[in-house]
Structure formats: C-alpha cells, structure tokens
Antibody, heavy 121, light 106 residues
C-alpha cells in the first residue's frame, strides 16, 4: 500500500524556522515528483511547492518564494520542506502528496495525513 | 496564475440525488483537471484526473467531464459517505491552483 507520513509540525514564533519531513513507502519514491499542499484553518487547499523526481527542479508559490526550500533524499524515501522566516499566514496543516508523474504539473494520487504548523507570538 | 472558480460553494441534497459541481478556469487548461474529496478531518482523496478519468478504486457513481475552461463533476446517486468538501485542481501550469471548494451535505 502506498503511504506518506508527515512530521515536524510545531508551534513557533514569527521569524523562526521549521523543517517538515515526509516519509514514503509502498512505491518507488524516485520515480515520481512530489508536492506540498497546505490548508489554513477553515480555508481551502493551497499548493505550496513541488520537486521533480530526481530533485533537479523545484517550484514555489509566490507567497513562500525565498523563504521555503523543498528537497528530497531518494536514498531514504524522504521529502523535506525547510521553512524560514515563518509568518502568521503560514499557519496551516501541511500535506505532502505524490504526483502521478515525474513532473510537478500533475494530479496527486497519494496524500499524507498532514502535519500542523502554527505561527504565533 | 490560473484562477479556478468553483460553484456552488455549498449544497444540501438527499440520499439518491444526482449532484453536480462546476469548475471554471480563467485560461484554457486543456483536460489538466482533477477532482478531490476531502472528508471532515481527513486528507484530500483523488477521485478524477485528466478531467474525466476515474481513479482506481473510486466508485463509478462519480464522473467528470469538460475541457478547456469549463468542467463538471457529478455524483450520480448521492450516498451518506459522500459528504465532505470537493475541490477541483488545475495542473496545466504552475502554480497549481485549486477551486474554492464545494461543501456537500445530506
């Protein structure tokens, strides 16, 4: 069974940093692009970032460019989201999701359970 | 960015009803559209990809149609387990964008 499991969410103050992790199992991780999607409390879904299958290309929504960095360790089937200079508006449940293709422009067929990031003073 | 306008934002229907949701894209996205269901407190679940293709394991009462800028998602006969929020998502161009969601209640 294909599975994703996120971790690393926490309660932090504005300006602080956090690293989210997403561990994959049940599929060949390095055959697929991966994405991060977030959902602010009571709001809809927002795509945040994507990374190609081998990690050579990365993409971000404008709201996080320059602050967030996506990376992956294909030898350990793990996806990361490094978040710097966090803001209150970054408060959300963060989901990692598997693409159905090697490129980031894709639909996502497997999702993790989500990890919660709260940014508040 | 491609804007996705989803309607209605919520609906209430009875078990057995036929339910339809529409999604309009601000630019031509060909057939690069997915539909997801997010049940309360859960992660989204892929139902339809490439506008009309049913994801493996998804019941056949769900269907999708459309191309270009106008898309429709239909539940042929609503069941209690279908409650939740439905989202469309375009993947024709980055950033990927979602519709605002349609909350379906019984």
């Amino acid at each position: 069974e294909m599975q994703l499991s996120e971790s690393g969410g926490d309660f932090v103050q504005p300006g602080e940093s956090l690293r989210l992790s997403c561990t994959a199992s049940g599929f060949t991780f390095n055959n697929y692009a991966m994405t991060w999607v977030r959902q602010a409390p009571g709001k809809g879904l927002e795509w945040v970032s994507g990374i190609s299958d081998i990690g050579d290309t990365t993409y971000y929504v404008d709201a996080v460019k320059g602050r967030f960095t996506v990376s992956r360790d294909n030898s350990n089937n793990t996806l990361y989201l490094h978040m710097n200079n966090l803001r209150a508006e970054d408060t959300a449940v963060y989901y990692c999701a598997k693409c159905e293709a090697v490129e980031v422009v894709c639909s996502s067929d497997v999702w993790g359970q989500g990890t919660t990031v709260t940014v508040s003073s | 960015d491609i804007q996705m306008t989803q309607s209605p934002s919520s609906l209430s229907a009875s078990v057995g009803d036929r339910v339809s949701i529409t999604c309009q894209a601000s630019h031509d996205i060909n057939s690069s559209l997915s539909w997801y269901l997010q049940r309360p407190g859960r992660a989204p679940n892929l139902l339809i990809f490439h506008a009309s293709n049913l994801e493996t394991g998804v019941p056949s009462r769900f269907s999708g149609s459309g191309s270009g800028t106008h898309f429709t998602f239909t539940i042929n006969s609503l069941l209690p387990e279908d409650i939740g929020t439905y989202y469309c998502q375009q993947y024709d161009d980055l950033p990927l964008t979602f519709g605002g969601g349609t909350r379906v209640e019984i």
